[in-house]
């Protein structure tokens, strides 16, 4: 059974920054391609970024794109979210995720942890 924790969130001013962190648990995370979801207050579910098994592809939204940065350490399991310059519409519930076929789909998630970022 694959298990996927975050942790990190908090809440920081405008222009902040926060670090999460996503570590899983379970599985062979060296063949799962990983991701950053978020889910905002009254808001649908949105993408943040991806990242391949290896860590040389990312891919982000234009949202977050110069200053959201994911990466991963497949030695300690564990996938991040640097998360810069941030703004109030960045607060959400940020959920990392697995795809753990390499079908495009992510089918693993963890619980969330909450961002909020106050002006």
């Known amino acids: 059974q694959v298990q996927l924790v975050e942790s990190g969130g908090g809440s920081v001013l405008t222009g902040g920054s926060l670090r999460l962190s996503c570590v899983v648990s379970?599985?062979?995370?060296?063949?799962?391609?990983m991701g950053w979801f978020r889910q905002g207050p009254g808001k649908e579910r949105e993408f943040v970024a991806k990242?391949?098994?290896?860590?040389?592809?990312?891919f982000y939204p234009n949202s977050v794109k110069g200053r959201f940065t994911i990466s991963r350490d497949n030695d300690k399991n564990t996938v991040y979210l640097q998360m810069n310059k941030l703004k109030p519409e960045d607060t959400a519930d940020y959920f990392c995720?697995?795809?753990?076929?390499?079908?495009?789909?992510?089918?693993?998630w963890g619980q969330g942890t909450q961002v909020t970022v106050s002006s």
């Open positions: 995720a697995a795809d753990r076929h390499g079908l495009g789909s992510f089918d693993s």
């Open positions: 379970g599985g062979t995370f060296r063949n799962y391609n």
């Open positions: 990242i391949s098994l290896s860590g040389v592809s990312t």
